[in-house]
């Protein structure tokens, strides 16, 4: 089963950075609406940043202005900058692909915060 290879998560203090990277399959990364959800625990799965399939990024409200999404075309990989990072952003993070009906997940990254 082709998957998405997520790497970059860990421990940082509050106000600090860390960048998430996540490597798809040529034949998912092409045409694929690509990005980034996160789940902490007791809370539901939510959307932290994509790409449409036309290429359109979205952002949730929490992370505008601190988290940048941006995907290398040549090596099919779709990248998480997070800075200013708040202990309420911690979380798993989870490298998703849409793919007209069909749905891929990463194994998920931890992000902890320390305040």
């Known amino acids: 089963q082709e998957q998405l290879v997520e790497s970059g998560g860990g421990l940082v203090q509050a106000g600090g950075s860390l960048r998430l990277s996540c490597a798809a399959p040529?034949?998912?990364?092409?045409?694929?609406?690509m990005g980034w959800y996160r789940q902490a625990p007791g809370k539901q799965r939510e959307l932290v940043a994509h790409?449409?399939?036309?290429?359109?990024?979205n952002y949730a409200d929490s992370v505008k202005g601190r988290f940048t999404i941006s995907r290398d075309n040549a090596k099919n990989t779709v990248c998480l900058q997070m800075n200013s990072l708040k202990p309420e952003d911690a979380a798993v993070y989870y490298c998703?692909?849409?793919?007209?009906?069909?749905?891929?997940w990463g194994q998920g990254t931890q992000v902890t915060v320390s305040s």
């Open positions: 998703h692909a849409q793919q007209l009906w069909r749905h891929y």
């Open positions: 040529r034949s998912i990364f092409s045409g694929s609406a």
């Open positions: 790409f449409t399939s036309g290429g359109t990024t």
